[in-house]
């Protein structure tokens, strides 16, 4: 239990990576007739629902007697991590699919470790370093080894201009929030955050020419079950953990234990969906999960 305890954000950040694994190949089947705007707007939704009931039963609550600027920041930081950066990551993962889409998200971890180091003045040991670089390896090697079809460049470039977009804003999100949410409970900065999203979304949505069709998406009988899994698990479950591994770890670390989602989703995606597992993506694995323990241990 005391090892438990002293891990508890490296433990919550490898649990928010299984989570966030298995909500990508929902949310991939989802998009397949949801559009993305719809698919952020119902998750956000959904989470800041169930939400409400899960703090009442830890004892806490979603409203704090606390000064505005923490509301507006968290609300900045929602907008941004949630509203746009998820946003841009459907569209993402709808134009390169789940393969390609894990090359881009290797940026993930750089992003936050380099904003760690300028806005909180983390830093990483020698070995816990090499481990972030095992890590990045892996994932790199693991989408290098894409056996799926090959869209066209013109395509590929935007889905990564979409992907790298999304790292960006999600990491900034996140980060800038780093301080307040050390001292903060995990629901209610959560429920802040979700609300920011879906003041992005809604504000988009009013001003968008095919909002109709967008909603009409949300309510498409043949995905409805993606729908709901995928907001469940990629939202509600994985943002739990991935905050609370924010929250008792460092950023640079909980990021990089983060990445290892991006071996799980080919090892899911072999399972579920029959994709070829090569032997390259098994020497990937191995060494993101090398990488994982000295990040975690070292």
Same mark, same amino acid.
């Given at each position: 239990?005391d090892i438990l305890g002293s891990?508890?954000?490296?433990?919550?950040?490898?649990?928010?990576?299984?989570?966030? #694994?298995?909500?990508?190949?929902?949310?991939?089947?989802? +998009?397949?007739?949801?559009?993305?705007?719809?698919?952020?707007?119902?998750?956000?939704?959904?989470?800041? %629902?169930?939400?409400?009931?899960?703090?009442?039963?830890?004892?806490?609550?979603?409203?704090?007697?606390?000064?505005?600027?923490?509301?507006?920041?968290? /609300?900045?930081?929602?907008?941004?991590?949630?509203?746009?950066?998820?946003?841009?990551?459907?569209?993402?993962?709808?134009?390169?699919?789940?393969?390609?889409?894990?090359?881009?998200?290797?940026?993930?971890?750089?992003?936050?470790?380099?904003?760690?180091?300028?806005?909180?003045?983390?830093?990483?040991?020698?070995?816990?370093?090499?481990?972030?670089?095992?890590?990045?390896?892996?994932?790199?090697?693991?989408?290098?080894?894409?056996?799926?079809?090959?869209?066209?460049?013109?395509?590929?470039?935007? +889905?990564? =201009?979409?992907?790298?977009?999304?790292?960006? =804003?999600?990491?900034?999100?996140?980060?800038?929030?780093?301080?307040?949410?050390?001292?903060?409970?995990?629901?209610?900065? %959560?429920?802040?955050?979700?609300?920011?999203?879906?003041?992005?979304?809604?504000?988009?949505? #009013?001003?968008?020419?095919?909002?109709?069709?967008?909603?009409?998406?949300? /309510?498409?009988?043949?995905?409805?079950?993606?729908?709901?899994?995928?907001?469940?698990?990629? #939202?509600?479950?994985?943002?739990?953990?991935?905050?609370?591994?924010?929250?008792?770890?460092?950023?640079?670390?909980?990021?990089?234990?983060?990445q290892t989602s991006n071996l799980?989703?080919?090892?899911? =995606?072999?399972?579920?969906?029959?994709?070829?597992? %090569?032997?390259?993506?098994?020497?990937?694995?191995?060494?993101?999960?090398?990488?994982?323990?000295?990040? %975690?241990? #070292?």
């Amino acid at each position: 239990m005391d090892i438990l305890g002293s891990y508890l954000g490296e433990t919550l950040s490898l649990l928010t990576a299984i989570a966030w #694994a298995f909500a990508v190949i929902l949310f991939k089947k989802s +998009g397949e007739t949801v559009h993305p705007l719809g698919l952020n707007l119902f998750k956000n939704l959904l989470s800041m %629902t169930l939400l409400v009931p899960t703090a009442y039963l830890f004892g806490e609550s979603i409203i704090r007697d606390v000064p505005a600027h923490e509301y507006l920041l968290l /609300l900045a930081s929602g907008a941004l991590g949630i509203g746009v950066a998820d946003t841009l990551f459907f569209k993402s993962l709808n134009a390169l699919g789940a393969g390609l889409t894990a090359i881009v998200d290797c940026a993930y971890a750089p992003v936050i470790i380099i904003l760690s180091v300028i806005w909180l003045g983390e830093s990483l040991s020698p070995w816990q370093l090499s481990g972030v670089l095992l890590i990045v390896t892996a994932v790199l090697m693991t989408g290098g080894d894409n056996h799926s079809g090959s869209p066209s460049r013109r395509h590929v470039m935007k +889905g990564v =201009a979409y992907g790298l977009s999304a790292m960006v =804003a999600n990491g900034i999100g996140i980060v800038m929030i780093k301080p307040l949410l050390e001292r903060s409970p995990i629901f209610w900065v %959560t429920e802040v955050r979700l609300a920011g999203g879906v003041i992005v979304v809604l504000t988009v949505l #009013a001003f968008h020419s095919s909002r109709r069709a967008i909603i009409q998406s949300i /309510l498409s009988a043949h995905s409805w079950g993606y729908t709901v899994s995928s907001s469940f698990v990629g #939202a509600y479950l994985s943002m739990l953990l991935w905050l609370g591994g924010m929250k008792f770890a460092q950023a640079s670390v909980a990021a990089a234990l983060n990445q290892t989602s991006n071996l799980i989703i080919f090892v899911l =995606a072999a399972l579920i969906l029959k994709e070829k597992l %090569t032997s390259m993506r098994i020497l990937a694995i191995l060494l993101g999960v090398g990488g994982a323990f000295l990040v %975690t241990f #070292a």
